[in-house]
């Protein structure tokens, strides 16, 4: 009996420390400005980071998780915060990891934009990407997600009251990415165009744009700016130039090889103990790094598959 006991004390303090752990971590990173940023330990994850900001007449949502479960935390952190509604949510780009929550929003009222790819691609790139891994309730999960109701070419700006939202679209992680800067707050929201101190997913990447988006966003930014990923923890100019310092070390070890003549298997071992003694410390290094350096050879070599245009 007393066994027993200590097993359901045991029981009832797991799911304790379950319900303590929230799927996101909420930081102000700037007035009436919050990252919510994925909590990788606990049991319902975010997938990804997104955010939220606060402006006179209503709240503009940046990205909404891997989940409806994920979102509908989001919005009650919103509504802790504030009584004004969710007017817009901005999706940074159409990976499952920052749109699944769009529903949850839509429901509230809130018009969901996204560069003009992204509504194309929501439903049938992230079918294609979860491939193997596409569960019955993956593929309804997919099917479902609410697309964007509003989109734009290249950039557009948002108000809220006498806030100014501006949303750029800039190319690099997809071919259909946006940043969203709040200058009154000196941050900015860039999605997968960053990953701080973590390597990236480049299935659907171009780096040698991306690189050049990443100098745009250094030198756009004054001294101070936070800039929040879409994975990893919000971090300044110089993180963002060390994130570009791995696509360019990548690239220029993937052209050396090139040029050597080398291919494949051989390309990847060539290269990835140089990656990984240079940035062995960044998380996925291990998993991803293989991965990093054959999608960088089938760019360079013009075999790569990206989302089609239209």
């Known amino acids: 009996m007393r066994r027993i006991i200590w097993l359901l004390i045991s029981v009832v303090w797991a799911n304790c420390a379950q319900r303590a752990e929230p799927p996101f971590t909420l930081k102000e990173v700037g007035p009436n400005a919050w990252a919510a940023i994925d909590n990788p330990k606990a049991p319902m994850q975010a997938g990804a980071n997104a955010g939220f900001v606060i402006g006179d007449d209503g709240v503009v949502v940046i990205d909404t998780f891997f989940s409806d479960a994920a979102a509908k935390r989001l919005l009650v952190a919103i509504q802790e915060r504030t009584k004004l509604p969710v007017k817009y949510v901005i999706n940074t780009h159409y990976h499952i990891d920052h749109v699944a929550g769009n529903a949850v929003f839509a429901k509230t009222g809130a018009a969901i934009f996204a560069q003009r790819n992204v509504r194309g691609w929501i439903h049938s790139e992230n079918l294609r990407l979860l491939g193997d891994f596409l569960t019955p309730d993956l593929k309804a999960q997919t099917e479902s997600i609410v697309a964007p109701t509003v989109d734009y070419e290249d950039a557009t700006n948002l108000y809220l009251g006498s806030r100014a939202i501006q949303v750029r679209s800039l190319p690099g992680h997809t071919g259909g990415d946006s940043i969203v800067i709040v200058p009154d707050s000196k941050v900015a929201f860039l999605g997968d165009l960053f990953w701080r101190n973590m390597l990236p997913t480049l299935i659907d ?103 089609p245009t239209d």
């Open 205 to 307: 990447a171009s780096t040698k744009p991306w690189v050049e988006t990443l100098d745009a966003i250094a030198a756009m930014s004054e001294p101070g700016y936070t800039f929040v990923p879409g994975h990893g923890e919000p971090g300044n100019a110089t993180d963002v130039v060390a994130f570009r310092g791995y696509l360019t070390t990548l690239r220029t070890l993937v052209a050396e090889a090139r040029a050597q003549g080398k291919t494949g298997d051989a390309l990847a071992q060539s290269i990835v103990p140089k990656l990984k003694e240079k940035y062995g410390r960044w998380e996925f290094a291990e998993p991803v790094a293989k991965n990093n350096v054959l999608e960088t050879d089938a760019e360079m070599g013009g075999t790569k598959r990206v989302p």
